[in-house]
């Protein structure tokens, strides 16, 4: 047996294709909402809404003879409905039977002494010169409330609500239960492990009086700090983490609660050489070069005092070279592995920053991974 589109809707629920009419009128396909609301008042002969948007989609439409049937309809089902009765006028105005449509403008004053748009617009009849340009021109948004029911306006907003507060609430749940933890313990068990890591409890986080530091902070500061650095490793910030982390155990913080920071080290796993969150420029760590060891950087330069072993190098990189009075600095490279390198080769450089050689004036780098820029 084969089903046809009129079988489907006689079947549909007894109300839905009323509400599925003026769902797609809100969303303004007209032809849609006219093949529900006609099956809508197929169900139900008496519900004048259905015809009063019947005739509004009609009009938009341009069907005006389907207007002027669906705008009567309603009216024999609801004697003196306002919204019907200014419809069928409109429709009266556009066929130019222009005394049927001032005699129904009449018929709603009467009724509803409060429609300004009719006021004016019989005032603007009593003056105009040109009723053929008046009736061409006339603009049924000026003339009819076109827009949906409120509730089926507010329904996508309601949606949208409901599907919120869904989610916060199970999001409280899931978050608020052990649920979650055993979740992290499953899937990701560094991340699990690290939630448990906190600050000791009931000893000092800063040390009084404490003079010979480099950096300074508050209980409350280190105490962000803590919660900052666990953001920064779920994030995969790890230079961001890094240089936090050096920064407090250069600080004032207490002993206990610099073992504490120590263990959050051990949670930071070498980042993606294309993908590092934060990539310091040479000038920015000779000025506090404690404070960045340890972290990441990514630079190109020349090679230069090239030394070659059977699986090192050692070179000098003069970073950002751009010609001999346009170089950032030298950093001194060690890397393991075989290189086609030479001196003056332009290169990039993957690694980890070791510290600042005073003698030489130079930057340390362990290097991870080198690519060559040509000669």
């Known amino acids: 047996m084969v089903l046809t589109i009129k079988d489907l809707n006689t079947n549909r629920k007894p109300g839905n294709n009323r509400k599925q009419g003026l769902k797609w009128y ?107 340009g008046f009736v061409e021109n006339a603009d049924m948004k000026q003339f009819l409330s076109l827009k949906a029911p ?23 749940v899931f978050y608020a239960t052990p649920l979650y933890r055993k979740a992290l313990e499953r899937f990701y068990p560094e991340i699990a492990h690290l939630r448990e890591v906190t600050l000791p409890k009931g000893s000092p986080v800063v040390e009084q009086g404490e003079q010979n530091t480099l950096y300074s902070y508050t209980d409350k500061e280190i105490a962000d700090s803590f919660l900052r650095i666990k953001k920064y490793i779920y ?39 294309l993908a590092i969150d934060y990539v310091p420029r040479y000038f920015e760590i000779l000025r506090e070069p404690t404070a960045f060891e340890g972290v990441y950087v990514l630079w190109n330069g020349r090679v230069s005092g090239l030394q070659k072993g ?43 920053y070791k510290g600042y050689d005073k003698n030489t004036g130079r930057l340390i780098l362990q290097g991870l991974i080198l690519r060559s820029l040509g000669p």
């Open 26 to 132: 809100r969303k303004r396909n007209y032809l849609k909402a006219v093949s529900y609301l006609e099956n809508a008042v197929r169900e139900r002969k008496d519900d004048h809404q259905a015809f009063l948007y019947l005739g509004y989609a009609s009009l938009f439409t341009g069907d005006l003879e389907g207007a002027l049937k669906y705008f009567r309809g309603g009216l024999i089902v609801r004697e003196g409905d306002i919204g019907l009765m200014k419809g069928l006028a409109y429709v009266y105005l556009k066929n130019e039977r222009l005394e049927d449509a001032i005699s129904l403008w009449g018929e709603v004053l009467a009724k509803r002494p409060s429609e300004k748009n009719v006021k004016k617009l019989l005032e603007r009849l009593r003056h105009t010169e040109d009723f053929e």
């Open 150 to 172: 409120f509730f089926t306006r507010l329904k996508p907003y309601l949606i949208g609500l409901g599907v919120t507060a869904g989610v916060i609430i199970i999001g409280t």
């Open 235 to 273: 994030k995969g910030k790890v230079n961001a983490a890094i240089v936090t982390l050096n920064k407090i155990i250069l600080s004032n913080a207490s002993l206990p609660a610099k073992e504490r920071f120590k263990v959050l080290y051990t949670f930071i796993n070498p980042p993606d050489s």
């Open 310 to 352: 059977k699986d090192t190098a050692n070179f000098d990189l003069l970073v950002s070279y751009k010609g001999d009075d346009t170089v950032e600095g030298i950093a001194r490279v060690s890397i393991q592995g075989t290189f086609f390198i030479e001196n003056k080769q332009m290169v990039e450089v993957f690694g980890v």
